[in-house]
T-cell receptor, first 112, second 113 residues
Framework: NAGVTQTPKFQVLKTGQSMTLQCAQDMNHEYMSWYRQDPGMGLRLIHYSVGAGITDQGEVPNGYNVSRSTTEDFPLRLLSAAPSQTSVYFC???????????FGSGTRLTVV | AQKITQTQPGMFVQEKEAVTLDCTYDTSDPSYGLFWYKQPSSGEMIFLIYQGSYDQQNATEGRYSLNFQKARKSANLVISASQLGDSAMYFCAMRPSGYALNFGKGTSLLVTP
């Protein structure tokens, strides 16, 4: 089925480790975003992209890197994991401004 | 900066009754979109309804309607004839032209029999 695929679904990291959260969509969407969800905080924007080769920072970008080399993929890199990055991460994509984003199923990350 | 405010952390409604979830927003952009998402306990984000800033009529999608009051900068979600399956977190979000969504903190809705 078409949609947004996030991997892994669950991950435990040790403080200081690095990792990449994968996000892929097969709907040829131009817009892609990464969010983190913490209890009582809603979803906060980390980074977003309006097309291949174009990325920008959101509300909480520190400690995260992104790149968009293809339309389909938008990986999120944690450079040196910290316990404060324990969260649920959502990737989302959209074709136009007039429609909502389609979300992946999320990655639950725990940093110990 | 754009800001979305949902002032109701939790709401209760009886089955078959209507409920309104409040959302106010703040933006200086003339063109923007307003969205509501549902997040059940399983965790997925489900798109419910969209309202464009230039739309003259309020959006409706089945039992969902969006009460859009542009001058007051409010975009309340109305759920008619509530069902037990409507129990979930509901997020209001705004999208400035061409960019990503900004979310409110959400409202937890519990539908009781």
């Amino acid at each position: 089925n078409a949609g947004v695929t996030q991997t892994p679904k669950f991950q435990v990291l040790k403080t200081g480790q690095s990792m990449t959260l994968q996000c892929a969509q097969d709907m040829n969407h131009e817009y892609m975003s990464w969010y983190r969800q913490d209890p009582g905080m809603g979803l906060r924007l980390i980074h977003y992209s309006v097309g291949a080769g174009i990325t920008d920072q959101g509300e909480v970008p520190n400690g995260y890197n992104v790149s968009r080399s293809t339309t389909e993929d938008f990986p999120l890199r944690l450079l040196s994991a910290a316990p404060s990055q324990t969260s649920v991460y959502f990737c989302a994509s959209s074709s136009t401004v007039a429609y909502g984003y389609t979300f992946g199923s999320g990655t639950r990350l725990t940093v110990v | 900066a754009q800001k979305i405010t949902q002032t109701q952390p939790g709401m209760f409604v009886q089955e078959k009754e209507a409920v309104t979830l409040d959302c106010t927003y703040d933006t200086s952009d003339p063109s923007y979109g307003l969205f509501w998402y549902k997040q059940p306990s399983s965790g997925e984000m489900i798109f419910l309804i969209y309202q464009g800033s230039y739309d003259q009529q309020n959006a409706t999608e089945g039992r969902y309607s969006l009460n859009f009051q542009k001058a007051r900068k409010s975009a309340n979600l109305v759920i008619s004839a509530s069902q037990l399956g409507d129990s979930a977190m509901y997020f209001c979000a705004m999208r400035p032209s061409g960019y990503a969504l900004n979310f409110g903190k959400g409202t937890s809705l519990l539908v009781t029999p």
